[in-house]
């Protein structure tokens, strides 16, 4: 059993809600406090063929996997190519966006917050938001 009485759990994308993320990307939880995390937040971001999310930074550490297509990773002004398998490690405060070069397939990423209580603010707008609240 975990420290806050659970025994776990497994949770399912399909049952899951898909948030709009700006940029033509969309967003599923997945590990969240609702499954029992206290420390941590993750899930997947879908990012269509010349689609990209906005420039962001968190306050607590990253760590995101391309697990599809190939992506450009903007970090702190600096572009990189990454390919399925890639991950990333994005330190707290650091601008970042996630670039789909591609014409034609999909990028999909997973990424997780090292804080269950992780925001998420948009370089263009200064808007903070918890990621946790973005579930619609």
Same mark, same amino acid.
């Not at 949770?11 to 406090?33: D, N």
């Given at each position: 059993? $975990?420290?806050? *009485? $659970? ?9 899951? =809600?898909?948030?709009?993320? *700006? ?18 937040? /993750?899930? #997947?971001?879908?990012?269509? =063929? *010349?689609?990209?999310? =906005?420039?962001?930074? +968190?306050?607590?550490?990253? !760590?995101?996997?391309?697990? !599809?297509?190939? &992506? ?7 572009? +990189?190519?990454?390919? &399925?398998?890639?991950?990333? #490690?994005?330190? $707290? *405060?650091?601008? +970042?966006?996630?670039? /789909?070069? $591609?014409?034609?397939? =999909? ?7 090292? !804080? ?8 263009e707008t200064g808007e ?6 973005e579930t619609e």
């Amino acid at each position: 059993m $975990s420290e806050n *009485g $659970s025994a776990g759990s497994i949770v399912r994308e399909q049952e899951r =809600p898909r948030v709009a993320r *700006g940029g033509g990307a969309a967003t599923v939880q997945m590990v969240t406090a609702a499954a029992g995390a206290r420390t941590m937040i /993750n899930g #997947f971001t879908d990012i269509p =063929p *010349g689609a990209g999310i =906005p420039l962001h930074f +968190h306050d607590c550490e990253e !760590s995101v996997l391309v697990v !599809s297509g190939r &992506a450009l990773v903007e970090l702190d002004g600096v572009r +990189h190519e990454a390919e &399925a398998g890639c991950v990333t #490690f994005v330190p $707290s *405060g650091v601008p +970042h966006r996630f670039l /789909n070069p $591609s014409e034609a397939e =999909p990028l999909r990423i997973f990424w997780t917050y090292a !804080s269950g209580s992780a925001t998420r603010t948009l370089v263009e707008t200064g808007e903070t938001r918890p990621i946790a609240t973005e579930t619609e």
